[in-house]
């Protein structure tokens, strides 16, 4: 008695079933998720910073008693003065950073470092968008010269007269806002943005604007030069495809602000 031996035969496995078959990445929080994050997140650092100047404003009040008073005035005092500028960055952005890494987490399997955009760019990469940012600066500059106004902003000056300790807002302005402002605006709602419908467009000019409205201690012209600032951040974290660009972008202009600030002293 002879045995058959029966072979099964194996259909193909069609290419659009195996991808199916294939985990696919999980995408970035949605666009609605991503503004409404980014708002609590953003009104963290608004109590934050308003609890600073509070207790500011206190402080002023018992080292000059009969000077100053617990008012909107000797708040807004406390505001622009140097040395709590520098108190209230440092006190809010590590936590509100802090709340953003929890978010990503919370996205798994996303890093912080890639959520973020922590990636590096080659040094003529970056050094062509240093040079692009110097050349804005310049034209920035000469058009506030050419009409008549302060090329170094009242609040500028006067953070700078009353830092206390130079190196601390030094520190605050090249580095802590930076690095705070950039992985939020340019990373976290950044990249929620973009992939939403928005797109990349609408991703640049949200967060754009959005960062150029938070500086209310500038005049609407000022806040339009910020804007300009903004957009082009928004390209360089685009193009770039990382954050790490426009947080050197906004160290470098920011310098060069400090620098003017100190030179019109």
């Not at 002023?60 to 003065?81: H, M, Q, Y």
């Not at 009409?147 to 302005?173: C, H, I, K, N, S």
């Not at 160290?251 to 019109?264: D, F, G, K, P, Q």
């Amino acid at each position: 008695m002879t045995g058959v031996a029966a072979t099964a035969s194996v259909a193909p496995v069609d290419d659009v079933v195996l991808a199916e078959l294939v985990e696919k990445p999980r995408p970035p929080w949605g666009g609605w998720a991503t503004l409404g994050m980014a708002m609590s997140v953003f009104l963290t650092f608004v109590a934050i910073q308003s609890v600073v100047a509070v207790l500011a404003a206190m402080a002023l009040v018992l080292a000059e008693p009969g000077t100053f008073e617990i008012d909107p005035k000797t708040i807004e005092k406390a505001a622009s003065t140097g040395w709590i500028v520098a108190a209230a960055t440092w006190t809010s952005w590590p936590v509100c950073l802090g709340l953003v890494a929890l978010l990503i987490r919370l996205r798994r399997p996303w890093t912080v470092r890639d959520y973020l955009a922590l990636r590096p760019v080659s040094w003529r990469q970056t050094t062509v968008w240093l040079l692009l940012a110097v050349l804005l600066v310049v034209v920035t500059d000469g058009l506030t010269w050419l009409l008549g106004r302060p090329v170094v902003p009242d609040f500028m000056r006067e953070a700078y007269q009353t830092a206390g300790w130079l190196p601390l807002l030094w520190a605050t302005v090249i580095v802590a806002a930076p690095l705070g402002e950039e992985l939020f605006f340019r990373g976290f709602l950044f990249r929620g943005l973009q992939a939403s419908r928005l797109g990349t467009v609408g991703a640049i000019l949200i967060a754009s604007s959005w960062w150029a409205a938070i500086h209310l201690q500038y005049d609407m012209f000022q806040i339009g030069i910020l804007l300009a600032f903004g957009l082009f951040l928004g390209a360089a974290r685009a193009k770039t495809e990382s954050t790490l660009v426009p947080i050197a972008i906004h160290a470098l202009m920011n310098l060069i602000a400090t620098v003017e600030a100190h030179l019109s002293m």
